[in-house]
């Protein structure tokens, strides 16, 4: 069974042969491809073949076309930092450009260039039998990476021209509708829209309702199909509000389990859980293993295995990602028979 259809068959929620094994660490493909991280996220190089070297040795059933989504907010003005621990940050911009000045001419964009050419790469080399994931930032992390979160909310409150903030995230939400638009057509089964931003803020239901779900609102019934989402860490709360928005797939935490997740979400949506990155970092991979093949027996079908967030550093090992799929497999194993 091809990565497509092990996907299709989670969207339906109905069993495959075993369940998708789709983590979405693109800090990886720097390791592998042997380059610094620094020089990784401004010029990638060797992407593809990266992708494909991981996804064969580690039996992924996806391959990333974007070196990290927080790319996205450096043409806006934000800056990105690494932290000693080979963590990527986001800090705003120092001032506030009209929108018009703001936004960015994504044909003068060479990372979404880049991106593209990626994406019809690894589609060309992969067909269906693997599946071609790009990342975009989401518009409610874009707008806190570029403003700041107690700018953000100080223009909300004391902004003398009310048009401003509601232009600027307009541009926003035009940016990340052609983003994925572009990537879909490059190639990419799959786009996931990041939004790191609600969980590290810690949304609250009415700041949610009335700053995040709009955007998300606005760019999901824009988008080109084929659109997922990764809202973070602890999102429960927020999936019955989410359930009515067109994205396909959700990126949930261990957090948020699956079976309370698919109550709010409904029928017709992916649900994939991500390994929490404290197991990914220091438990031995035969615990990984036992732990995934529990949570895809526990889950059933339209489970999708995923591992860590975006940020997640590079120290994960080799083995620990390659029991991601063992444990997936066990799971479909047929049980012992007893002998008399």
């Given at each position: ?7 299709r068959h989670a969207l339906r929620g109905r069993a ?47 391959v990333l076309a974007t070196p990290h989504p927080a ?270």
């Amino acid at each position: 069974m091809s990565a497509l259809e092990r996907y299709r068959h989670a969207l339906r929620g109905r069993a495959a042969d075993r369940p998708l094994i789709a983590p979405l660490l693109p800090l990886h493909g720097a390791r592998e491809a042997g380059q610094p991280l620094a020089t990784f996220l401004d010029e990638p190089r060797g992407l593809v073949e990266a992708q494909l070297r991981l996804a064969e040795r580690l039996a992924l059933d996806v391959v990333l076309a974007t070196p990290h989504p927080a790319l996205d907010a450096l043409p806006w003005g934000a800056q990105l930092e690494l932290t000693h621990d080979e963590r990527v940050e986001l800090l705003p911009t120092e001032f506030l450009p009209p929108p018009e000045q703001a936004e960015p001419a994504l044909g003068d964009d060479p990372r979404l260039g880049a991106a593209l050419m990626t994406a019809t790469r690894l589609r060309e080399r992969v067909g269906d039998d693997l599946l071609v994931v790009g990342s975009v930032l989401g518009p409610y992390s874009l707008v806190d990476a570029v403003l700041g979160t107690a700018r953000l909310r100080r223009v909300r409150e004391q902004c003398r021209d009310r048009r401003w903030l509601p232009r600027f995230m307009d541009a926003v939400v035009d940016d990340i509708v052609e983003r994925t638009g572009r990537l879909m057509e490059a190639g990419c089964h799959l786009v996931v829209v990041h939004e790191p931003a609600i969980a590290m803020r810690r949304l609250t239901e009415i700041d949610f309702l009335a700053v995040a779900f709009p955007l998300l609102e606005r760019v999901s019934r824009r988008a080109a199909p084929g659109l997922g989402l990764a809202p973070g860490e602890r999102a429960l709360a927020f999936l019955a509000h989410l359930r009515v928005l067109d994205f396909e797939s959700f990126f949930l935490g261990e957090e948020d389990p699956f079976d309370a997740a698919r109550r709010a979400l409904g029928a017709g949506k992916a649900i994939a859980t991500t390994i929490d990155e404290r197991k990914l970092l220091s438990w031995p991979p035969e615990l990984v293993e036992s732990w995934v093949a529990r949570l895809c027996t526990e889950a059933g079908p339209g489970f999708i295995v995923s591992a860590g967030k975006p940020a997640l550093p590079t120290a994960v090992p080799g083995d620990v990602l390659a029991a991601l799929a063992a444990g997936a497999a066990r799971s479909r194993e047929p049980a012992p028979v007893p002998v008399d």
